[in-house]
């Protein structure tokens, strides 16, 4: 017997080896901590129930109990049992439908990235001078700046309901009149 | 009976057609304490939520009818010239070239699509502490 095998401890210890196999199985029993200490347990095991036989011992026989049980399952085969069906709590729901809640998840995330990308691309564009628009972008198809160092942004305000051209670099003046001849004398 | 219907009805549906113009205004945004300018009430909160200024006046306007193709030179005063000429009538809008003059110097010139409910705002030079808007709109 060279390995830790229960099955021939429960053969030796309910007797059903014999000869050279018995012998073998004793010798390893008693050299063999592993299979000493499942020989004791099994033994503790049979002592226990032969010192505790079940309380209610059944009146028929196991075949004519069986018998009974299927005859009343044929008397039965037509009739509804209403079957109680288990209340589940919110984490038993959530452990049966893994894959709903991670498509939800994922779908929600998804849709959070499509909305965030919208508002951070869409929001506002800034048109270089002289480079032409997309069409739709604030109604501004082209825009140009033809005075050197300036550039036009076009961009829709939402919020005040209009499509702005946001020219930055225009020269300063500091009254109305300067502001006339510093334009006049520009010649583009 | 029914030629007078019959005229009566071209002529309504003609005089819509031809309704559209072209409204420009030149303005000048500060942070006065002037009383508000009653030419631009409608646009005024429009014009706080996009330059933040406190108050608008209204130098110039001029309104003109949209003929297809013909440019037009509007006047705003203050030496801001305006030209439109509008390219095509589509469904999201009108189509047209847009240049703003201030004397010789071609300050934006642009193709922008104005459709009929919005107005375009075009921020202008700075003029001390204030600073020079114009706003165009079709108006039908």
Redesign the interface.
């Known amino acids: 017997m060279n390995h830790h095998n229960t099955d021939r401890v429960s053969g030796l210890l309910d007797g059903q080896l014999t000869g050279i196999r018995l012998w073998l199985a004793r010798r390893h029993v008693s050299v063999c901590p592993l299979c000493a200490s499942e020989y004791r347990h099994q033994q503790h095991v049979r002592r226990m129930l032969h010192a505790n036989p079940p309380a209610a011992a059944m009146s028929d026989s196991p075949e004519f109990f069986w018998s009974k049980v299927k005859a009343e399952i044929q008397r039965r085969g037509g009739e509804r049992v209403q079957v109680p069906t288990p209340k589940l709590a919110f984490a038993d729901w959530l452990e049966q439908h893994q894959l709903a809640v991670v498509s939800a998840a994922a779908s929600l995330i998804a849709a959070f990235g499509v909305l965030l990308f919208a508002v951070v691309f869409h929001g506002t564009r800034v048109v270089v001078a002289s480079a032409p628009t997309s069409i739709g972008v604030a109604g501004v198809e082209q825009l140009k700046t033809p005075i050197p160092h300036t550039v036009a942004t076009a961009f829709d305000s939402e919020d005040a309901g209009v499509t702005v051209i946001w020219v930055t670099g225009l020269p300063w003046t500091p009254d109305m009149n300067e502001m006339k001849t510093a334009f006049a004398n520009l010649d583009t | 009976m029914r030629w007078l219907v019959a005229i009566l009805l071209v002529v309504a549906l003609s005089a819509g057609v031809q309704a559209a113009s072209i409204e420009a205004r030149l303005i000048r945004a500060s942070n006065g304490d002037e009383q508000p300018d009653e030419q631009l009430t409608k646009l005024e909160?429009?014009?706080k939520?996009?330059f933040g200024y406190q108050h608008y006046q209204q130098l110039g306007i001029q309104k003109a009818p949209l003929k297809d193709k013909e440019g037009l030179r509007l006047n705003l005063g203050?030496?801001i010239v305006v030209l439109i000429t509008p390219k095509a009538d589509e469904k999201?809008?009108r189509?047209m070239d847009f240049e703003m003059y201030?004397?010789?110097?071609?300050?934006?010139?642009?193709?922008?699509?104005?459709?009929r409910d919005?107005?375009?705002?075009?921020?202008?030079?700075?003029?001390?502490n204030t600073l020079?808007v114009v706003s165009f709109a079709v108006v039908e």
């Open positions: 909160p429009k014009l939520k996009v203050e030496g999201k809008g189509v201030s004397g010789r110097a071609a300050l934006v010139k642009s193709t922008v699509r104005v459709r919005r107005e375009m705002l075009i921020k202008g030079p700075g003029v001390g020079l």
